[in-house]
């Protein structure tokens, strides 16, 4: 069956480099059909959407985060990456990768990895 | 900020019938799919209902769901102690060209 799991550094200091991997099993991330994102959840917060990237490489990321974020796609691994630059305290938060059907109409997260928790922190 | 609007909490006697409500507009529930998904205490997300109403296999049909407009709604009914969790509306936006969360409800099994 579909299974992705996060992996990276659990704490990271203010203005470095956040680094995230999802490995995903049981599916290729070549696959056409499919966005991988990547999502994160502050503590006590809701949801927030981080990026997606496609399986050509394209990729799109929210707004808010403005250009901190570069999402990567590693096919030879069946991996795909998050790097969010000039970290602050506002970026601890449970990490979470996911897939989302891109052909379909309804565009669901139907996989989700564990999530992992990276505090920001000197 | 979500764009997706929901009661921070909600909460119900066992056994009775409990609705969240979510409130977007044209950009999201609008034109697209609403897709819900519940959260259990300190584990991942996991979708609930897609394509507005659809019940992912092994998803108990004590749930439901329903779109009107830029409007959607989840139904629980028959309540237990389980259902206790956090529940998240979602949808692509296409000002986003992602997927935007609503804030959240927390639902209380009294």
């Known amino acids: 069956q579909v299974q992705l799991q996060e992996s990276g550094p659990g704490l990271v200091k203010p203005s470095e480099t956040l680094s995230l991997t999802c490995t995903v099993s049981?599916?290729?991330?070549?696959?056409?059909?499919?966005?991988w994102n990547w999502i994160r959840q502050a503590p006590g917060k809701g949801l927030e959407w981080i990026g997606y990237?496609?399986?050509?490489?394209?990729?799109n990321n929210n707004p808010s985060l403005k250009t901190r974020v570069i999402i990567s796609l590693d096919t030879s691994k069946n991996q795909f990456s998050l790097k969010l630059n000039s970290v602050t305290a506002a970026d601890t938060a449970v990490y979470y990768c996911?897939?989302?059907?891109?052909?379909?109409?309804?565009?669901?997260?139907?996989?989700w990895g564990q999530g992992t928790l990276v505090t920001v922190s000197s | 900020q979500s764009v997706l609007t929901q009661p921070p909490s909600v909460s119900e006697a066992p056994r009775q019938r409990v609705t969240i409500s979510c409130s977007g507009s044209?950009?999201?529930?609008?034109?697209?799919?609403v897709n819900w998904y519940q959260q259990l205490p300190g584990k991942a997300p996991k979708l609930l209902i897609y394509y507005d109403d659809l019940l992912p296999s092994g998803v108990s049909d004590r749930f439901s769901g329903s779109k009107s407009g830029t409007s959607a709604s989840l139904a629980i009914s028959g309540l237990q102690s389980e259902d206790e969790a956090d529940y998240y509306c979602?949808?692509?936006?296409?000002?986003?060209?992602?997927?935007?969360f609503g804030g959240g409800t927390k639902l209380t099994v009294l």
């Open positions: 049981g599916f290729s991330v070549s696959s056409g059909d499919y966005y």
């Open positions: 990237i496609y399986h050509s490489g394209s990729t």
């Open positions: 979602a949808a692509w936006d296409d000002s986003l060209n992602g997927v935007i």
């Open positions: 996911a897939r989302q059907s891109s052909s379909s109409r309804h565009k669901s997260l139907d996989y």
């Open positions: 044209s950009s999201n529930i609008g034109n697209h799919a």
